[in-house]
């Protein structure tokens, strides 16, 4: 079948040329485009892309990258969709990450940005994203490194998805808030509606869930080992939590026991902590 090998090559020479184009890292000198352009995490387990979610539009996203349905944990530009392929991703020399999209619709291109708090301007800037599926901003050349000290972070704006080593909960020096916000549709549109779920610091510590700005529920008080209202955040075997509570951060975390064990817990478009845990090793 002569004619069919033909066809083949072609297929494969278009998909060849159309390949993604996949990078380490983000600088200033970078534009990450809607074309394929990927930023894998250094040990594979995260991506950085432009997604299609639901029907509603692009978003930059981050993903997992091969394994557990490819599904987003993060969103960039969750309340304002890109509906081309125009987005661009780019770092200014500050620091600050920024998208931009050719519309003529909106008054401004760019569509969404980030928060630099540092004062100094960094010498370096750079973006890169770690195998905890936190995108980083680091400025390369005061010593910072990939362990700490970052100039911005995803996991400070977690959107829906509680990721294992977020610090969910406040930061007493800046007031940054730590707190996950639902999807208006899950799996279908992640603009932020209506569900809210933070740590209060003031007074006993308490989780609240919130639609719109009237509570919903309330963990009561953390006791010393759980907060009383809030079985599934007892001990058990596949997690570890803390609870860190100084006078610079009050802020709950977990982490995962077992590495072959993947996890997320989602606040869903109902209002519904939900706990998602599978063995990696079986998926493969
Ligand atoms: C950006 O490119 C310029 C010119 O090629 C180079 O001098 C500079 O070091 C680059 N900056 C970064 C952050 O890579
Ligand atoms: C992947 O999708 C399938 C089908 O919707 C679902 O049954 C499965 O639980 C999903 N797996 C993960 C890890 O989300
Ligand atoms: C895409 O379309 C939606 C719905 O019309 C609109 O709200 C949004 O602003 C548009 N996005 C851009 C980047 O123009
Ligand atoms: C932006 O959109 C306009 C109108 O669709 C088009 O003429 C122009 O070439 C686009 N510019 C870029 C940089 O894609
Ligand atoms: C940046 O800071 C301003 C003012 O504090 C705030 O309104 C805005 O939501 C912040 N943006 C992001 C992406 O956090
Ligand atoms: C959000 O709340 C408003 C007011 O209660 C309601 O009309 C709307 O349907 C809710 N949206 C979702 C996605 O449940």
Excluded at 60 to 78: D, E, M, Q, S
């Amino acid at each position: 079948m002569e004619f069919s090998s033909i066809l083949n090559f072609t297929l494969l020479f278009l998909f060849l040329a159309s390949s993604s184009n996949a990078i380490d890292s983000i600088t200033p000198n970078t534009t990450f485009k809607d074309t394929g352009d990927t930023l894998v995490s250094f040990g594979g387990q995260f991506e950085l892309a432009f997604v299609n979610i639901g029907s509603t539009g692009r978003y930059l996203g981050i993903r997992y990258h091969n394994y557990a349905n490819n599904t987003v944990i993060w969103v960039a530009n969750r309340n304002t969709p890109l509906n081309d392929t125009s987005g661009v991703l780019s770092l200014k020399p500050d620091g600050t990450l920024y998208l931009t999209c050719n519309t003529t619709s909106l008054s401004a291109r760019e569509i969404w940005s980030t928060n630099v708090s540092s004062s100094n301007a960094p010498k370096y800037p750079i973006a890169r994203l770690l195998d905890t599926g936190n995108l980083v901003v680091v400025d390369l050349n005061s010593g910072d490194n990939f362990y700490g000290n970052y100039l911005w972070e995803s996991f400070d704006y977690p959107g829906n998805t509680f990721m294992p080593s977020i610090k969910f909960g406040r930061d007493l020096v800046t007031g940054l808030d730590i707190y996950l916000s639902s999807w208006k549709l899950d799996n279908e549109d992640p603009s932020e509606e209506n569900f809210s779920y933070n740590l209060d610091p003031f007074g006993y510590p308490q989780l609240f869930l919130w639609k719109g700005n009237q509570i919903e529920y309330r963990s009561g008080p953390w006791n010393g080992q759980t907060f009383s209202g809030m079985p599934y955040l007892q001990p058990n075997s596949i997690y570890t939590f803390e609870f860190v509570m100084d006078e610079k951060q009050i802020y709950y975390q977990y982490s995962l026991i077992d590495s072959k064990l993947v996890s997320r817990m989602t606040l869903s478009s109902k209002g519904i902590i939900i706990t998602w845990v599978w063995d990696k090793e079986q998926e493969d």
